[in-house]
């Protein structure tokens, strides 16, 4: 029988740190590639998966909680919101395949709640991205 705790490890890890939260699931990806703890494409999609949720999660509190973003707990600095929004207005939805990008990648799809990115577009678009970026790391341990 397969050990699924390395699957489910990562897969919170990659949720928690797509929200706003602080995390780094590549490290952890790293680590279970490194030790060969699991199929390496299985991890991928579990990595993919769970990061996508984090960044489902950001995209229902911009959806759902934008008229409390002068309060002291929301969770994106008015800045970065507002830088958010100008990448937005720049380069439109495709800016969400820098979703990944630490720091303005989430504060991107909380904006793309708050501006109200249909679900299924913004899954897409950042499901991409977020794969293409574990892929490089995958590649990288390769080479």
């Known amino acids: 029988m397969t050990d699924l705790a390395p699957y489910i490890g990562l897969f919170f890890s990659a ?14 990806l790293v680590g279970l590639l490194l030790a060969q703890k699991g199929d390496p494409w299985i991890l991928l999609a ?4 769970g990061n ?3 960044s489902v999660i950001n ?3 911009g959806r759902l909680l ?16 507002d830088k958010a929004v100008g990448w937005f207005q720049r380069f439109g939805v495709w800016s969400l395949l820098l979703a990944w990008v630490p720091i303005v990648g989430d504060p991107l799809t ?7 990115v249909p ?10 991205g977020k794969f293409a970026r574990y892929l490089a790391v995958f ?5």
């Open 15 to 28: 949720a928690l740190a797509a929200t706003l939260l602080p995390g780094s699931s590549e490290a952890v």
């Open 46 to 49: 579990v990595a993919t998966i």
């Open 52 to 54: 996508v949720l984090g």
């Open 59 to 61: 995209w229902l509190c």
């Open 66 to 81: 934008l008229r409390f973003r002068d309060r002291k707990w929301f969770p994106v600095s008015p800045q970065l919101y």
């Open 110 to 116: 909380v904006a793309a709640g708050a501006l109200r």
């Open 119 to 128: 679900l299924l577009p913004f899954v897409a678009i950042v499901t991409v």
């Open 139 to 143: 590649a990288l341990l390769q080479s």
